[in-house]
């Protein structure tokens, strides 16, 4: 059975750490793009950050650049998002998903599969 399992959410007080893992059983993710999504209450799913599988080439959406970083741990099959810095408008449940090859484009949404089932980030003092 292919699932991903998001881990590593909670509560935290502004300015503080997380670290984020989706973990992938069933599937090798050493083949896929792996992408980092969040939906807050009230608002549309949106991308957060994608890595691809070749070249580990990443994409970051402009409010979190230099405060979050993806990487990948192919040996253990996870993928991995550290978040720096959290703001309250970071507040959201995080999923994880793969993004099968061929890729066309680089964190697209609708490219991508398997979705885990979320993990709640609270970011509030």
């Known amino acids: 059975q292919v699932q991903l399992v998001e881990s590593g959410g909670g509560l935290v007080q502004p300015g503080e750490s997380l670290t984020l893992s989706c973990t992938a059983s069933g599937f090798t993710l050493d083949y896929y793009a792996i992408g980092w999504f969040r939906q807050a209450p009230g608002k549309e799913r949106e991308g957060v950050s994608c890595i691809t599988s070749i070249d580990g080439s990443t994409y970051y959406r402009g409010s979190v650049k230099g405060r979050f970083t993806i990487s990948r741990d192919n040996a253990k099959n996870t993928v991995y998002l550290r978040m720096n810095s959290l703001k309250p408008e970071d507040t959201a449940v995080y999923y994880c998903?793969?993004?099968?090859?061929?890729?066309?484009?680089?964190?697209?949404?609708?490219?991508?599969?398997?979705w885990g089932q979320g993990t709640q980030v609270t970011v509030s003092s």
């Open positions: 998903a793969v993004d099968p090859p061929p890729v066309q484009s680089m964190c697209v949404q609708g490219d991508f599969r398997s």
